[in-house]
């Protein structure tokens, strides 16, 4: 007895050293976090291609993995790079300049006053603005480094990755607290979620971005480039997105009297540019995870906060991981408390079915002997 008691102080012990030591390099390691998730995500994404190189072509793991690091980048990482330059240099071009784009704002609010009687933007409001786009401009620069080495390191964890692509999977499995029919559904809505975040949402931004640029181009606004990557930024937020660009451009128009530019905003806004999105959607959803809206708003606001841009794939990314290890905890561990007997196991509430991603199971039919 005594040696059992002592047998479990020393367990515990020893496990409260490996959680300190744990914690201290977490917090150490901290700044590599953003460099290690977008690694995992590239290797969650490439493993198709990884399994075509090394099984199909019989590449070495080397080779394969260069191969995937130069596609990841001239494919994706290139253009969202220029993108954002692009955005930087528009943004602030306004900031140092705003002259203009002030001017702009004001004709706008006084004629809505003229029509309606009430001011729309408040004195001071535009010049809060400028100094909020000054603040953020000042904040992306600075980053602009660090994004840097993060990129350096996160190629340097991806190259590893899939060079030890069977020890590491392994070692996962292993270690994780659940086995059998679990671990498939778990890389399968892992994979699903990746998906969604890092390849779904930002194919729908990209093309509502060049919808809404073709759109700009013909109705004849200045600076058609801008406002295109202003409206793919704004598709991510749930039900309104890139509805908050075209709309006030269309009104903007449509009190100027430039009637017919803003029935064409409108029509192609509502029409091209909200179908498209169905259509996207509706091709990309058999490997989209089903994302509750609430997931990618609580998601894009953490990620900003902690990552800047990137946050805007990885908050959505990283919510909608607990929300699979919760899935997965309560199918494996929890309990189900005194169901009647003839009533199936429910292990997860009611309430929780729609951020879970479990959908509602119709009800059978009962047969009617006659």
């Avoid at 931004?205 to 406002?227: D, H, K, S, T």
């Avoid at 409108?266 to 029409?271: N, P």
């Avoid at 800047?308 to 899935?327: A, E, N, V």
Wanted: overall charge positive.
């Amino acid at each position: 007895m005594e040696q059992n008691r002592e047998y479990t102080i020393h367990k515990y012990l020893f496990a409260l050293i490996i959680l300190c030591f744990g914690f201290i390099l977490i917090f150490s390691l901290i700044e590599f976090f953003t460099a290690f998730l977008g690694a995992t995500i590239f290797y969650v994404l490439s493993k198709p291609a990884l399994i075509w190189m090394l099984q199909k072509r019989k590449w070495n793991k080397n080779l394969s993995a260069i191969l995937i690091i130069l596609a990841t980048f001239f494919i994706i990482l290139l253009p969202v790079t220029l993108l954002v330059i692009l955005l930087f240099n528009k943004i602030s071009a306004v900031v140092s300049n705003p002259t203009e784009i002030i001017n702009t704002f004001k004709h706008f609010d006084e004629v809505i006053f003229s029509q309606t009687g009430v001011h729309i933007i408040a004195a001071n409001t535009l010049s809060k603005a400028q100094e909020v786009a000054s603040e953020v401009l000042k904040t992306v620069l600075n980053q602009g480094l660090g994004i840097f080495s993060s990129l350096i390191i996160m190629y340097f964890f991806l190259f590893f990755m899939i060079k030890n692509t069977n020890r590491m999977e392994a070692a996962i499995i292993y270690y994780l607290p659940f086995k059998g029919e679990k671990i498939k559904r778990f890389g399968k809505e892992l994979v699903a979620q990746t998906f969604s975040n890092a390849v779904g949402i930002p194919t729908i931004a990209v093309m509502q971005g060049l919808l809404g640029f073709v759109c700009y181009r013909i109705a004849g606004v200045n600076e058609p480039g801008f406002w295109g990557v202003i409206t793919g930024f704004t598709s991510v937020i749930p039900v309104v997105g890139c509805g908050v660009v075209w709309l006030p451009m269309a009104f903007f128009q449509l009190v100027t009297g430039n009637y017919g530019t803003g029935i064409f905003i409108l029509l192609w806004g509502a029409l091209i540019m909200g179908l498209m999105d169905n259509v996207i959607r509706f091709v990309l959803a058999k490997k989209m995870a089903d994302v509750h809206p609430v997931i990618t708003v609580l998601g894009i606001i953490m990620g900003l906060k902690y990552f800047g841009i990137t946050g805007l794939i990885f908050g959505p990314l990283l919510i909608s991981y607990f929300f699979l290890l919760l899935q997965i905890y309560y199918l494996e561990y929890q309990k189900p408390v005194g169901p009647p007997k003839n009533k199936p196991k429910q292990l997860v509430p009611s309430y929780m079915h729609p951020l879970l991603g479990i959908k509602k199971q119709p009800k059978e039919k009962k047969k009617t002997v006659e």
